[in-house]
């Protein structure tokens, strides 16, 4: 009776544990899943591919390339048990012809991995080696390092730039070319999705940055800060027609958001950055959770995907 009491319990926590590796079920539109997709610059992972209802390669569609992505689509499979509803808002703005008709590739994160490949890596470099060492001494909690390898997100740009778009335009009904593909995340996601904007002006046109995580740690630490503000004011003349979001709330972690987001927000109004062409949205009340994105999520798209 122990052993078989024992054999059920390991058995329910295997599900539990491979729960965020199953195809998420979707209420509009439909999943396809690229496993596996081998990568010569990562750790080799699976894609999620979501299609639009009435996807037809009768017709184009712009290109949604999104972080994290086993928090998009199904809180079934999450483990948090929240979803950011990307099929249910997506299609629902598709529908209703506010938006140009686009697909979502979603891209897992290298989960102990996701801050070393999230933290933009050429900010980070410019920070002095001693600070960049005590960095890398950070603990996530007990015994779990915030970092648990170098940063390495040039190589994840890189692999989303040189091996994933060119699958993705190759094998789906896609308008080709940087003006038709966007990048998006929140938190950590949010940092790499403006990175990826700057580190590669030609192949974007714009990025999505919901509750951006400006502090890099979880700590107040004002140099990491100033090494992402520098970069951005420093890079922000490589832009020109693109569209940059940011939003942010001020509950949980997003409380840590506010007062760095108005120094962003500063750096783009004195280079004068067309008023048109980004927003930075504040969210009274609203928390650091896939509930509170979702909430809002139809904002950015139309602001990135109008007619």
């Known amino acids: 009776m122990k052993i ?39 750790a080799s ?21 999104m972080h994290d992505g086993r928090m998009l689509f199904d809180a079934n499979t999450t483990w948090n048990k929240q979803e950011w509803r990307v099929d249910e808002v997506a299609a629902t703005l598709i529908e209703q012809n506010k938006v140009r008709p686009f697909i ?16 933009p890596q050429q900010p980070f470099a410019s920070i002095e080696k001693p600070h960049q060492a005590r960095l ?3 603990k996530k909690s007990k015994n779990v390092p915030l970092f648990n390898s170098l940063v390495n997100s040039d190589n994840y740009l890189k692999f989303i730039v040189s091996e ?4 993705i335009e190759s094998n789906y009904s896609v308008n080709v070319g940087g003006a038709h593909r966007y ?39 004002q140099l990491v800060f100033n090494a992402l503000k520098s970069y951005i004011a420093k890079n922000l003349p490589n832009l020109s027609t693109h569209k940059i979001y940011f939003d942010y709330g001020d509950q949980t972690l997003d409380a840590m958001y506010p007062a760095l987001q108005k120094q962003i927000d500063d750096v783009l109004k004195k280079q004068q950055y067309p008023e ?10 609203e928390n650091h959770s896939e509930q509170s994105w979702a909430k809002r999520l139809h904002i950015p798209l139309e602001f990135m995907f109008a007619k």
């Open 45 to 65: 992972r699976y894609l999620d591919v979501w299609l639009p209802p009435g996807y037809s390669t009768k017709q184009k569609y712009d290109v949604l390339y």
């Open 104 to 119: 979502v590739v979603a891209i897992p994160n290298a989960k102990e991995n996701r801050h070393s490949e999230f933290f």
């Open 164 to 167: 994933i778009i060119p699958y």
């Open 183 to 221: 990048l998006a995340g929140s938190s950590m996601g949010g940092l790499i999705s403006w990175y990826g904007l700057m580190q590669y002006p030609n192949e974007f046109a714009g990025a999505i940055c919901m509750s951006t995580h400006w502090p890099g740690t979880f700590t107040d630490d």
């Open 136 to 138: 890398y001494q950070l």
């Open 276 to 285: 048109n062409q980004w927003h930075s949205e504040f969210f009274p009340g």
């Open 4 to 42: 078989i009491f024992k054999t059920l319990v390991l058995a329910a926590f295997s599900l539990q544990v491979n729960a965020s590796e199953l195809i998420p079920v979707v209420s509009q539109g439909k999943i396809e899943r690229i496993k596996p997709f081998n990568s010569k610059l990562v």
